[in-house]
């Protein structure tokens, strides 16, 4: 079936402005409140999950939507809006026989025979989950699969790319680009070993190193953090277990028996190569940014206590414990001594730096605030100053959430935080969705700009700057 354009559902993932559109629009010269910034030039995209097609409404799972992109094109201070479907093969099968082919995680057991075409993939790449900008090339990602190439200003689909056939494990939706010397790190996870694969392409998007990363058992293992010298892999206890699944439990559980270590890997490195390092059992999802600072490795991401993923993350009742908080470690290389400690009280995620500078140290974590009450909601925007010890931050205010914010460097940018922070929000009562730009030396101070968007936006996951 088709979910219907009235966005209300007893499923919490179709419900409101998490319901999917069915429609693709353009909206050019934005309305705006306040002044668009002249010196803001490129395209600010989202992708998230927009199922054109549900098989069971109620076992439907958010991880399951059709990519669908939403782009906000910036020039001379004026703003465009676009938003496309990722035509993905599995979305281009389902809109031509106009019904569901691939039935989604949740229902992996259900007895309904297959759809699925002869010949035809046996999983659906949603390309729904983030974004990667290298070699001049767009990659739309989904971390069972290949990336998918995504042309701009159009937001034409390509289609799935395997490197000329060198890259042999799925892509995590999360690849680490250090702009200095132009390579690409990415890792795949799979429930097959090798649990872990890794691999580098160079600036050219020629695949040049791959490597397996050995671990005892699969776990989810959804980003990982890249410093100049090392790749770094996090083997922490959200784990994959299909048996499990099978006789009736999850496929993904936070088992915290398993452990948390830390993997650290010359970038060019072989499996042989990895030094793991035991540090307090918690759930990672994101990392901000990773770094080499004299003998230690540095990594800040947002951690958690626990995680309830396997229950798709909906109980409200224990969200202090799962929603996560910016935390750092520290590892000594020479005395293998691990320091770690949380660096900010907000609970956060969406941890995101100035890309230009990813792999580098850098001095500030950009983050999505969570809401403390309802899950997979943020109502603000965080700014961490390493130098300062010091967050601030920016709530939208009352009944607006927003999703993951991005820097995008102002054009002649000289300071790391020169530039804005721009992100979607959806103003739930009166049915508004927003894209705000705030400066990013002042986010307290709330949006320069607020763009209007005459469609609706839902709620998706990971954003990306790409600059003209
Ligand atoms: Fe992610």
Redesign the pocket.
Known sequence: MAPSDANQSTNFFLDGNFAPVSQECDARNLAVTGQIPKDLAGHFLRVGPNPAHIFDEAAYHTFDGDGMIHAVEFQDGQAHYRNRFVQTEGFKLEQARGDWIYKGMNSMLDPTPSRIPDGAPRNKNLAN??FAYHNNTLYALHEPSQPTVVTLPDLTTKGATNFDGLLKHPFT??PKVDQDSGEMMTFGYAFQAPYVSYSVIDAEGKLIHSTPITITKPVFM??FAVTQRYSLFLDFPITLDIERAIAGGPALDFEPEHGSRIGVMPRFGQDADVRWFEVETGSV??TANAWDEGEEVVLQASRSKTSDIAGAGLAADNLADTQGQLYEWRINLTTGAVKERTLSPLRCDFTRVNDTQACHQTRYVYAAVFNPERPFSFDGVMKFDNAKQLTLSFMYGPDRFGGEAVFAPKIGAVDEDDGYLICFVQDELNQRSECLILDAKDIEAGPIATLHIPYRVPYG??AAWVAH
């Open positions: 989950t983030a939706a999360h959804h980003d999802v994101h996951f990971h």
